[in-house]
């Protein structure tokens, strides 16, 4: 397993963009496909989008698709989230997750470790 830490997240208005970073330790980032969740109060946690081993391959639930963008840095152990016009409804916290396999994008069970995870409210 590999340890993962989130940070970026903090309280922002509509509208804005913020990028949340994930840094993995260890020396095999680039073995793991990479994925970011959210959980909003009372709800389940749900799929974001996830990026592949080497980043050429990206994945994003329907609805962010357009707004969000995953990237990857693996000489720097990092994996990125790009979020645009922030919305009310984007209020989560953010968590990234690591997987050595996957056989969806969306497959939680699929990823092996998980960061705490990062808070992001958007004010409206």
């Known amino acids: 397993q590999v340890q993962l830490v989130e940070s970026g997240g903090g309280l922002v208005q509509a509208g804005v963009s913020l990028r949340l970073s994930c840094v993995a330790s260890g020396r095999t980032f680039s073995s793991y496909v990479m994925g970011w969740f959210r959980q909003a109060p009372g709800k389940e946690r749900e799929f974001v989008g996830g990026?592949?081993?080497?980043?050429?391959?990206?994945g994003y639930a329907d609805s962010l698709k357009g707004r969000f963008t995953i990237s990857r840095d693996n000489a720097k152990n990092t994996v990125f989230l790009q979020m645009n016009s922030l919305k009310p409804e984007d209020s989560a916290v953010y968590y990234c997750?690591?997987?050595?396999?996957?056989?969806?994008?969306?497959?939680?069970?699929?990823?092996?470790?998980w960061g705490q995870g990062t808070q992001v409210p958007v004010s409206s």
């Open positions: 990026i592949s081993r080497s980043g050429v391959s990206t």
């Open positions: 997750a690591a997987a050595y396999q996957i056989t969806h994008w969306d497959r939680q069970d699929d990823y092996d470790s």
